[in-house]
């Protein structure tokens, strides 16, 4: 994947105590780790951002072992579902973590073999296995490619015009799509990555970004939002060049404002359009129309390109009209997988993904992200599968239950039988988002179509009333 | 209401916590005190007390006490 023997000297890794890896020490500790784990298997790596976390991930990377990346976070009761469905050889974890057959480990990750006997068997192809849903635990995930990941990582240092002098601090967790994406296009042109646990909401994060000379941050759009209540405008970071943004569509308003203060203070502030599903990015709004174009979330990345399918199933040829935006490139993923014995199946995706965006493009050819066409809410940057909420809820509680809502913000509606309360944490649980993204709301009955399908035009009132 | 209790109960009301947990409780310490509550116990805290936080402060506000002292030393509150 990484020819970390081209970058010799150049400081690969920069933690926040202090320690600091160059590129010879990084393939050199990255060996050590491949060769504790020996020929192609599957790994599940349970995600920081710590250096021993990236270190493992890269020697898996490098030495075609299969990654299936999960945050460290994740509740055990999740867990262990998955590890039946997936039987990894190994776990690559946080070392106060690791239990059983400890068999390595190095900056304060172990390597543990499991009591999985019988392995997958895992297609050539496959690199890396991300989730597309956060943290409920949802067995699907996404199989990427060594070409899509590889593909894409370049595309990206092309149009951010990434070169070794660049020094991204980590805001976005590595197993989540676009975090790992930094992580991708930065080890290919031999930058610096700047590792932190804390928070942008801590003191700490900024003394450790102006010590180290941060380039650049990517965030969601809550993020931004965060960044704006903090007065961020006002802070002084003479390193900073790049601000990106993905994760889901930011408000034309604070895209404007961040546009503005990009160009009064000689950044870059850069939207960007991606899915797991596509390893990740599929567009940009470069940097110099930020302002021109806010609202917008660009054009295809170098190599791929976009096009709308109408009701119809026929493209989209005039602009300002809907249609269902389609990607089509070489960093489109193989394939879902639901459990293990997936991990044999080639691409079945051929390179072209329906994205399920509802999209329009205007006289310039820039797109406009408008809807979505499946039911799902991205929240903190994290897909919320609205369905799966709803069988979760009612597998624990007594209740009939919908979910709806807008992006950071989702209405649980439930039937009497459970406490709001209980369902709001069981809710935050589950996903492992903050309390404050759910509303949940007691309804006589939901209400429903002759046909009994939910009538989420009704609900719709109800979280427009609580604006 | 005192400036203590108000100052208590944008914690527990943010938090979903009861005072007793108060004392001592930093930032991470609980699964909700993470950036997005953090962001939501800033904004309760200045509409409890109809004021403005500086940026700094904000990231300064790393625990309890702390928060107490910011309140105090910066924006006149008494407790």
Redo the contacts between chains.
């Keep these: 994947m990484w020819n970390f023997d081209a970058f010799g000297n150049n400081v690969a890794i920069i933690d926040d105590s202090g320690t600091r890896l160059t590129y010879s020490q990084l393939k050199h500790e990255t060996e050590a780790i491949a060769e504790a784990a020996g020929k192609r298997c599957l790994v599940f790596v349970l995600c920081s951002d710590t250096i021993g976390s990236v270190m493992g991930y890269a020697a898996f990377m490098n030495a075609g072992i299969v990654p299936l990346m999960l945050s460290r976070h994740i509740e055990p009761g999740l867990l262990s579902p998955l590890m039946d469905a997936y039987r990894p050889k190994y776990m690559w974890l946080p070392s106060d973590m690791a239990r059983g057959d400890e068999v390595f480990s190095a900056r304060g990750y172990s390597l543990v073999r499991t009591s999985f006997t019988e392995e997958c068997p895992l297609h050539p192809d496959l690199a890396l296995l991300l989730t597309t849903s956060g943290s409920t635990g949802s067995p699907k995930f996404v199989r990427q490619s060594y070409t899509n990941i590889l593909d894409n990582a370049k595309s990206i240092a092309e149009y951010l015009r990434l070169d070794e002098t660049e020094r991204p601090i980590s805001t976005l967790p590595m197993n989540y799509t676009y975090g790992l994406s930094i992580i991708n296009s930065h080890f290919l042109v031999g930058a610096t990555l700047l590792l932190t646990e804390k928070a942008m909401t801590q003191k700490e994060f900024w003394q450790f970004f102006r010590e180290a000379g941060a380039t650049s941050f990517g965030g969601v759009p809550y993020t931004y939002e965060m960044l704006d209540r903090m007065r961020f405008q006002r802070m002084s970071l003479p390193s900073l060049r790049t601000m990106t943004q993905a994760g889901g569509k930011i408000t034309p308003e604070l895209h404007r404002k961040f546009a503005e203060y990009a160009r009064d203070s000689g950044k870059n502030f850069i939207v960007m359009y991606g899915q797991c599903e596509a390893s990740p990015r599929m567009g940009y709004l470069p940097a110099d129309k930020a302002i021109e174009k806010a609202g917008s979330m660009g054009i295809a990345i170098p190599g791929g390109k976009f096009r709308l399918i109408g009701e119809d199933g026929r493209e989209i040829q005039a602009p300002h009209v809907t249609g269902e935006l389609e990607y089509t490139g070489k960093n489109v993923a193989m394939g879902y997988a639901e459990c293990g014995d997936d991990l044999s199946k080639g691409d079945e995706w051929g390179g072209v993904l329906r994205t399920g965006d509802m999209a329009q493009f205007d006289e310039d050819g820039y797109f406009y992200v408008v809807g979505r066409k499946k039911r799902f809410l991205k929240v903190y940057g994290n897909r919320v599968n609205l369905d799966e909420l709803d069988r979760l809820i009612k597998g624990k509680f007594p209740v009939e239950c919908a979910s709806a809502g807008e992006d950071d913000r989702v209405h649980i509606f439930i039937t009497a039988g459970a406490n709001p309360d209980d369902v709001r944490n069981f809710a935050a649980t589950t996903t492992k988002l903050n309390p404050k993204a759910f509303t949940v709301i007691t309804l006589d009955e939901i209400p429903k179509s002759e046909s009994g399908k939910t009538l989420f035009t009704e609900l719709a009132k109800y979280w427009r009333k609580t604006e | 209401m005192t400036n203590l209790e108000k100052y208590d109960s944008a914690f527990t009301e943010t938090f979903?916590i009861e005072r007793g947990q108060l004392a001592g409780l930093k930032?991470q310490d609980i699964?909700?005190w993470?950036?997005?509550?953090?962001?939501?116990l800033?904004?309760a805290l200045e509409e409890a007390f109809d004021i403005m936080m500086?940026?700094?402060d904000?990231?300064?506000l790393?625990s309890y006490e702390a928060g107490m002292k910011i309140l105090a030393e910066k924006y006149n509150v008494e407790f």
């Design positions: 979903g930032y699964e909700a993470d950036s997005v509550g953090h962001m939501s800033t904004a500086e940026t700094d904000i990231i300064d790393s």
